[in-house]
């Protein structure tokens, strides 16, 4: 079973900065895609920021400038590096991949999540 562990969450004063990674282990051929999802209370989940295997990006609107997402394809992982935090940002940020198994079947993982909260 392919499995997504987020670390890197805390308590951060607005301004500051954090970094989170996404380490995914399993029987993997090839991550496609990774991504990093939030959700706040009362909110629905959105999109934060993902990458493809060739390093392209995509960012929300509300994160452009602020954070910045890469990826280690030979260690399956991504992480997201997040500057200049706004108490907006505070939700719990969620980890997943679109990637080929062993056996070629093309499947999709979210990891348990990692919550993050700015305030003063």
């Known amino acids: 079973q392919v499995r997504l562990v987020e670390s890197g969450g805390g308590l951060v004063q607005p301004g500051g900065s954090l970094r989170l990674s996404c380490a995914a282990s399993?029987?993997?051929?090839?991550?496609?895609?990774m991504g990093w999802y939030r959700q706040a209370p009362g909110k629905q989940r959105e999109l934060v920021a993902n990458i493809t295997i060739g390093g392209s990006t995509n960012y929300a609107d509300p994160v452009k400038g602020r954070f910045t997402i890469s990826r280690d394809n030979a260690k399956n992982t991504v992480y997201l590096q997040m500057n200049s935090l706004k108490p907006e940002d505070t939700a719990v940020y969620y980890c997943n991949a679109d990637y080929l198994r062993n056996d070629m079947r093309f499947l999709s993982s979210w990891g348990q999540g990692t919550q993050v909260t700015v305030s003063s």
């Open positions: 399993g029987s993997i051929f090839r991550i496609n895609f």
